[in-house]
């Protein structure tokens, strides 16, 4: 039966879009008076003439509208976050030559400035040693770096950030103390060079949309594709509303398409998605928000029928009629009803309906469902 009222809703969806107003009555006849009336059969009349009879129900559900469940999805706009370095290689000087002996200190300082100091994440001292003896000393604004013969793994030398200054850094280069005045400690260093590394990243953004009935909706779905740039695998966490909604690891390998729930408790006519990262660098994208409705109850009623007066129904002594009364006796209405498991159509412009249902009411609780 219900197979029936489904394809009923498909069809009355655009017939019924606009709203119609009814009261129903169930109406208990005696026989006499039954059989002035049409059998079986269903009457339409714009007549409001009333029947004698017993009512048992009398309900006025007032607005019935066509509806059901329904489906939305909408696109935001592709997201990148990052935490990155990018580096940045900055001359010094050409070459220089350094040298300590009994006669003298020839040392040699070279000053330079720091853009950005506050995004600096590394600084490296990079050099090429052509000749040397003995051991080099490297100070960076006082504080020694290096002291020792120099080996070529210990290249580049990394600077302590928190010795140096925006402006006016100074970085100075010397050796050791020789007592042979005719063979001096010496260091012949060419490309001198800094190699700077700069934090890079946007690790966060908001995306936002908006639902205008946010107390019919039953469930929010967010879709979304990350593809990852570089090897870090971070943790990226979903909040919507300022709650969170998902916090995990990304696992580049895994490329294909993320689905997760939203809760709809938290649901707002104005809603906030944040994206937020660790670290790496990630494109998310294909990002859809898929929103559901609940389905509309439609109006419902119980009567009783005690068991003496079921047994006089079920022996043909008793009928029980369903009348139904619009306010309007000129536009289509069209409905399925149900009464109990059984189900049959209506499609009239009269002002009022009425069907035998003898035949499909029980003993005890009855149900009659309007479903445009």
Not at 8 to 32: F, K, N, Q, R, S
Not at 309 to 319: R, W
Request: glycine residues 4%; proline residues 3%; hydrophobic residues 35%.
């Amino acid at each position: 039966m219900r197979s029936k009222a489904q394809s009923a809703i498909e069809v009355t969806l655009i017939v019924l879009i606009l709203a119609i107003g009814m009261v129903g009555y169930v109406i208990l006849l005696p026989e006499d008076v039954r059989n002035e009336l049409l059998d079986d059969s269903a009457t339409s009349s714009s007549d409001s003439d009333d029947v004698d009879g017993e009512v048992l129900l009398s309900e006025s559900p007032g607005y019935v509208s066509p509806s059901k469940s329904s489906s939305h999805t909408r696109s935001l706009e592709p997201i990148r976050l990052y935490s990155t370095t990018e580096s940045n290689i900055k001359t010094l000087i050409s070459s220089i030559t350094v040298s300590k002996s009994i006669i003298g200190n020839n040392y040699k300082s070279i000053k330079f400035d720091i853009d950005n100091l506050e995004e600096l994440e590394e600084l490296e001292l990079l050099f090429f040693v052509s000749e040397y003896k003995g051991d080099l000393r490297i100070k960076l604004n006082e504080q020694l770096v290096y002291d020792g013969e120099l080996n070529s793994a210990d290249l580049p030398i990394t600077l302590p950030i928190d010795s140096l200054v925006s402006e006016g850094n100074v970085i100075e280069f010397s050796t050791d103390f020789s007592w042979n005045i005719f063979s001096p400690n010496y260091y012949l260093l060419q490309d001198i060079k800094l190699i700077q590394d700069y934090l890079v990243e946007d690790k966060s953004t908001t995306r936002t949309f908006s639902i205008d009935s946010p107390d019919d909706i039953s469930s929010v779905v967010l879709n979304y594709f990350i593809t990852c740039n570089s090897n870090e695998n971070g943790i990226l966490t979903i909040s919507m509303n300022n709650r969170e909604m998902f916090s995990d690891r990304i696992f580049c390998e895994y490329l294909n398409k993320r689905e997760l729930s939203l809760d709809e408790d938290y649901i707002a006519t104005s809603n906030t998605l944040k994206f937020e990262i660790t670290e790496g660098d990630y494109n998310i994208e294909e990002i859809q928000i898929t929103e559901k409705t609940r389905a509309q109850d439609y109006p419902s009623f119980s009567f009783d029928l005690d068991n003496d007066l079921y047994q006089e129904i079920a022996s043909g002594e008793k009928d029980i009629y369903l009348k139904l009364t619009f306010d309007d006796d000129t536009s289509d209405k069209e409905a399925t009803i149900y009464v109990q498991d059984y189900s049959f159509d209506f499609n009239t412009d009269a002002s009022s309906y009425e069907r035998k249902i003898s035949t499909y009411v029980d003993d005890g609780a009855n149900t009659i469902t309007i479903e445009p």
